[in-house]
């Protein structure tokens, strides 16, 4: 199962996302599941799903998703997916760090620097359909999950509220 995850905009590549699954096997085993509020027109989306004949392999929730619910959609995955063609930074890489996932990313913003390439998830250049499908069927057909999650518990503790706290508090020279 892949996730993707948070609003729903142009500049998050979702198309892309669904363009790369349509070049995937029919015979690969993978679900996505779509989680977010919309923020741009949500019928083209379901209409390109519909036009790439996806509908048993996506599954869009449209949806503000509250804190307590976020858990839900992140133990059901087994990794994240990020499209995006353009950012500065996502707080969805350390939220799926949070639950021991690996991240597949785009190379854009600062992504692959939270990202680290074949540590903590891959990274793949962005806007290119092709690349994303053969690097998601690579996660999967190697078993990446299992080679990155030990790395992303590592990963994770750079983002706890202690490593801020301290981080702050030495800047700041009250270390």
Known sequence: VLLFFGYIRKYKGLHVLLDAI???????????????????????YRDHVQRLGLGDRVTIVSDYVP????????????????PYLSATQSGIAQIAYNFDLPVIATDVGGLAEVVRHEVTGLIVPPDNPDALAATIQRYFDEGLADRYRPHVQTEKLKYTWENLVNSIESLAGWQ
């Open 22 to 44: 349509h070049r995937l096997p029919a015979s690969f085993k993978l679900h996505t599941i779509v989680v977010g509020e919309f923020y741009d027109d949500e019928t083209k």
């Open 67 to 82: 804190n307590e619910k976020v858990r839900e959609y992140f133990s059901a995955a087994d990794a994240v997916v990020l």
